[in-house]
């Protein structure tokens, strides 16, 4: 039984096997609605793990997922604390960026079929799709190390993309030694490709700023177009997962670990496994980084190609944020600062102002969050607020989050009809074939209203910018 601690707050007392309570993030519905699932069974299991600090949470957006459930966030204790693999996810680095644009929405409009055609071609999607680069291992292993710093050397972005960056886009403690080779076969052929499921390239439209003093420090302007960017390490980022949690079931029955779920294996933060995880890990992150610079690249060049090469010095990188990622943060626990290692797994980092990790430029304001919706709906931008730094570990949503899972989508919805419905609304959506629109009908998502609607109540995040789509590519 949830109980309620404030308007958007709910709380699992303390109870049996978990060694902390549990905290749902959301109003009224939205919590209500994650009490018929595994959502919450999920969140009960997540705070009985060793030394996990202060609470186990999911954000509005949870549902049901791989041990921990979508949504959750846990901190863990340097000493006595774990590193569970189902804690991050198997698209290690799902993440979002933002691409601002001085061009008027009405003038995008009137060339939006051939912008889409184009960002079709020059970007990559769908299953298995391959990118354009084809990169030896000594070199692939060079880009999993150094993150968006080494396509932006190779030409594909400015320097200054690397500032707009979470961790600026490469993250320390990487060792591709520590990557089977089967990853690295999976990863290299797709660099710079959207991929399936919900990743997509989406012209939108800045409909409404809600926050005039934090947009302008964005760079945001009502009316304008700006492209957002959504994918992670694709097959590279699953096979890491995948490797690492048959030793992590070993290991967890090596050092006596008592898992109320299977896939909830985990090691302890100062074994030789939790490093090596830890380490293969970044390798993903750093993928996934790469990734998104090399396509944020192909984005600015299709824009240059319909509004002239200029076009392209114009379109700043606002910000990429992660959303399945564990790493090690200073948060203050029981009025002292002290270093945890922080999982979000279907979360976002939303620091607020004045830590050293956000960006010069917005520091003063707190740090861009990046809210896609699903296809069809608003997106947002929030910002970073200290409530969120007390309640959350500076974490908040990272998107509308599932009610129905992508096979009862297709079961339910035509590609084709989803496809006309959003034509209808003037929102083009291209895809590599008509079921991954049908997985990704607007209605088999929460509403992102409500989620973000949530995360403001909360105190954690608050709303900058309402976006919605004018053109989607689909991976």
């Known amino acids: 039984m ?15 096997a978990m060694n902390v309570p549990g905290r749902v ?55 006595t604390g774990v590193v569970s693999p189902g804690g991050v996810g198997y698209d290690i680095n799902c993440g979002v960026r933002l691409i601002a644009t001085p061009l008027p929405i009405a003038q995008v409009k009137g060339k939006l079929r051939e912008l889409v055609d184009l960002l079709f071609k020059n970007v990559p999607s769908g299953v ?20 968006a710093n080494w396509a932006i050397a190779k030409g594909y972005g400015f320097a200054e993309d690397a500032k707009h960056c979470e961790e600026n886009g490469c993250i320390d403690g990487a060792d591709p030694a520590l990557v089977s080779p089967m990853a690295k076969k999976r990863g290299k052929p797709q660099f710079g490709t959207v991929g399936a499921g919900n990743h997509f390239v989406e012209i939108q439209e800045v409909q409404e700023i809600v926050n005039e003093d934090v947009a302008k420090v964005f760079g945001l302007q009502k009316g304008n177009a700006c492209i957002m960017i959504h994918t992670g390490s694709r097959g590279f980022g699953h096979q890491v997962c995948d490797d690492n949690l048959r030793i992590m079931v070993e290991a967890a029955h090596k050092y006596h670990i008592n898992l109320p779920d299977r896939e909830l294996c985990c090691a302890p933060i100062n074994s030789p496994e939790a490093d090596n ?16 610079q090399v396509m944020t690249h192909w984005v600015r060049e299709t824009f240059g190609s319909v509004f002239g090469k200029s076009t392209m010095d114009d379109m700043k990188l606002v910000y990429d944020v992660c959303h399945n990622i564990a790493k090690f943060e200073e948060h203050e626990i029981d009025g002292k600062r002290k270093t945890v290692c922080v999982h979000r797994k279907g979360a976002t980092r939303a ?63 035509k590609g084709a009809d989803v496809q006309a419905r959003l034509l209808s609304r003037s929102i083009i ?8 629109i049908a997985e990704e009908a607007p209605e088999a998502y929460k509403n992102v209203d409500d989620v973000v609607k949530s995360v403001e109540a909360a105190g954690i995040s608050g709303i900058v910018a309402r976006l919605v789509p004018i053109g989607v590519v689909k991976g």
């Open 351 to 413: 620091f607020a102002p004045g830590r050293k990790e956000i960006p010069q430029a917005y520091r003063e304001v707190g740090q861009p969050v990046l809210i896609p919706g699903s296809m069809g709906t608003a997106s947002y931008v929030l910002v970073g607020k200290q409530e969120g730094m007390n309640q959350t570990f500076g974490s908040t949503c990272h998107g509308a989050g599932r009610v129905m899972s992508r096979s009862n989508a297709v079961r339910s919805w």
């Open 2 to 16: 949830l109980k309620q601690i404030s308007e958007a707050v709910w709380e699992i007392p303390k109870e049996g």
């Open 277 to 292: 995880y830890l380490k293969a890990m970044r390798c993903a992150v750093n993928f996934a980084f790469c990734n998104r």
């Open 128 to 147: 298995g799709s391959k990118g354009k680069l084809r990169l030896e291992e000594r070199e692939f292993d060079t880009a999993i190390t150094e993150g």
């Open 429 to 436: 959506v291209k895809a590599t074939e008509p079921e991954l």
């Open 25 to 79: 993030y959301g109003i009224e519905s939205v919590a209500k609605a994650m009490e018929g699932g595994r959502t919450l069974g999920q969140l009960r299991n997540v705070a009985a793990l060793p030394g996990i600090q202060k609470y186990a949470l999911v954000m509005p957006d949870g549902h049901e997922g791989y041990g921990f459930p979508i949504g959750g966030v846990a901190a863990f204790d340097t000493e």
